[in-house]
């Protein structure tokens, strides 16, 4: 039987004060609240029985320090092209904020005012994927919510805005591959290693709302 193709594992930051509140946090640089750097370490115990071959890594502290407490900060390869969508005049805001100005505002369809629209990210992080696509090992990606969904969409083939499909939660690994020549989603937003979450996950952090 042949080996299986390589596999592309995506693992979302920990929690910030401005994720828990919905945030839309592009470049500015919010630390893991102590809950984030709790549950980041918890990804160590999920990640044990990969053997990576390379692990990439957004620049901004959040995705390094999330990187670092699950065991892969040493030899981590950071990447400027991973660093999460540019929220421009919408940074630090929520969605139900902007949205009383813009109805029906989306991020996916929109963008953002002096920032990226999602072909701008879909064009940053395309030579990424075709790294990832060349990989022959598994690599690990250490990243951020919108930047990471819109990765898998193109890992998929499909247009960046196709991401809006993919809710990712903080502290949470996904992972995809091939099923034989096929891009496919093979695991998406897991989270079992953090134990029960209660209504976590029903909060405004979460979805359409989630900032990085």
Partial sequence: MPSRSPHVVLVRHGETEWTARGRHTGRTDVPLTERGREEAGMLAERLRSWSFGRVLASPLSRALETCRLAGYGEGAEIRDELMEWDYGRYE?????????KVAGWSIWSQGAPDGEAAEDVGGRIDPIVQELRE???????????????????????????????????????????????TPALLRWNEDCHLGPRGDALLTPATGEDTGA
Avoid: M, N, Q, Y
């Fill in 92 to 100: 630090g805001r929520t969605t139900a904020e902007i949205r009383k």
């Fill in 135 to 181: 990989a022959e090992h598994d690599v690990a990606v250490f990243g951020h919510g919108h930047l990471l969904r819109a990765l898998a969409a193109r890992w998929l083939e499909l247009p960046p805005a196709e991401g809006r499909r993919f809710a990712l939660d903080t502290t949470t690994v996904s992972v995809v591959g091939h099923e034989r020549e």
